[in-house]
């Protein structure tokens, strides 16, 4: 079969769910294009198991930025999902909504349907959360919200002491009624295993006998009657195909594939894309630009106390974490290793919490380059705190470098571009140094490693940030919803502008970024985002 109601493009957090909710009814044909492979792999069932797949190129594209002038010309690296499940089978699993500021704010830049009130009901509805529901909280949900406090690292026990000796309240909810202060994150796990977008929406589906998953299927254009989409080429087994949407092509290839997608179909800036021999089908300024992400500061110490780092680090550690793990899908292997974490407010004044907390019973600093050693950490205990700033004002951009559909594209994240995120990041480090001169945590710090006690001044603290900086893999907005087609690629309804039968429903779709990870938000886009699919299904 090669002509069905709905094509899907990427298998990720946002294609998943979107696969499940447009084929459920039975009523249409669905197929979904993911350029990777089955998520079928143990270690992307571990949940500690993603430092496996931080590096492994059979289920992650491993982009890498242009050198970023704001980061001393460093190259980013920008781990990305290549995989059914996509990036929701390699990340750290912390489920974060953000706060209903966020979402208020989408609806005012003229996004009518995203405000806080208006997406509640659709986070409630994806959710399967261990608490069960209340009236912030869903429950019955295809994806489970693991409470993991009760199973975390003993020094989570000290960070909390610190958090409230900062000022900071002990918060046993990120996603409930206020987002502000410290706590333990809930993750993305069922029975201690990763609960992927794969595992919880796609698998059910399989059983739904209209839905059609290709993998090791690389769209790489979208074809066009005129301004309506209506199939798309993808090249499978060494071999060039082309498949027919009856009603919509359905672009869900995340926040770096879809505007690619999108500019190697025709689709973008019509200048560049005339310039690399792509014929414009619509000329859409805004595709690839307003890339928005987040950039975090680690800061590594040596404890007097034992941290994971004792418990992983000998075999017999290894060992017991494994039968742990065997025998009770319990332990450190059955977690992420940001435990800990936190939003508070780095000055006096603001409405709302501008910076994010990670807490990490764990280090690696003296791992092989090109690895995340999870389970080899350091030969001492040691554990990081890291901090970020939600709202950078910072704007990058993402352009083809050719009009080959297998080379990746250009990635500039623009970094600290902008006085605000400058002064945002020196505020987010100071508080690391206040948070660690803390009694509870002072009293089993040994030593700060990095960036160490020789660096004091704020601009030695800032020359650090850009040596050591790095994203936090939340990268968003490169197709924006908004109401202006010249600045934005999206109406609220997801449809690109100026064109017909065609959708980008993903992180790229964000109008602005979360103060947060952006795994939770972009399983409601894609739920909300269904919805209004199926609306025009109902009534064409």
Known sequence: ?????????????????????????????????????????????????????????????????????????????????????????????????????????????????????????????????????????????????????????????????????????????????????VGIYQITTKDGLRASASSAYLRPAARHAKLSVQTDAHATRIVFDGLRATGVVYQQ????????????????????????????????????LKALGVEVVCDSPAVGRNLQDHLCIDHLYRSRLPSLNNQLGPWHGKLWAGLQYALMRRGPLALSVNQGGGFFRSRPGLARPNMQLYFSPLS??????????????????????????????????????SNDPMAPPLIEPNSLATAHD?????????????LAATPAFSGIIEQELVPGAQVQSQEQLMEDIRRRASTVFHPVSTCRMGPDPATAVLNHRLQVHGLAGLRVIDASAFPSLTSGNTNAPTLMLAEKGADEVLRDARHP
Not at 250 to 269: E, F, H, T, Y
Not at 373 to 399: H, I, N, T, V
Request: charged share 20%; with cysteine.
């Open 237 to 272: 087994g060494g071999e060039v195909r082309l498949a027919r949407a009856r009603r919509e092509v359905i672009v869900a290839a995340g926040a770096v594939n879809s505007p690619q997608l999108l500019q190697l179909s025709g689709v973008g800036p019509a200048a560049e």
């Open 364 to 401: 690696y600093l003296k791992a092989t380059p090109g690895k995340r050693a999870l389970m080899a950490p350091d030969p001492y205990p040691g554990f990081l705190l890291s901090a970020q700033p939600c709202k950078p004002s910072s704007r990058g951009q993402l352009r083809l470098r």
């Open 1 to 181: 079969m090669t002509e069905f109601d709905f094509i899907i493009v990427g298998a990720g957090s946002a294609g998943c769910v979107l696969a499940h909710r447009l084929s459920e009814s039975g009523e249409h044909s669905v197929l979904l294009l993911e350029a990777g492979g089955s998520d079928k792999r143990v270690w992307l069932r571990v949940p500690i198991g993603y430092g496996k797949s931080f590096y492994n190129p059979q289920v992650n594209w491993m982009y890498r930025s242009a050198p970023e002038p704001g980061l001393a010309g460093r190259e980013a690296y920008w781990p990305r999902g290549k995989v059914l499940g996509g990036s929701s089978s390699i990340n750290a699993m912390v489920f974060v909504r953000g706060q209903p500021s966020d979402f208020d704010e989408w609806a005012a830049a003229g996004n009518a349907g995203w405000s806080w009130d208006d997406v509640l009901p659709w986070f409630k509805k994806l959710e399967d959360n261990a608490q069960g529901a209340d009236a912030w909280r869903g429950a019955g949900g295809p994806m489970r919200i693991s409470d993991v406090s009760g199973q975390v690292h003993p020094l989570c026990k000290v960070y909390l002491q610190a958090g409230a000796q900062a000022g900071l309240p002990h918060n046993p909810d990120f996603n409930g009624a206020s987002q502000e202060g």
């Open 422 to 434: 400058v002064q945002e990041m020196i505020e987010a480090t100071l508080f690391l140094r206040r």
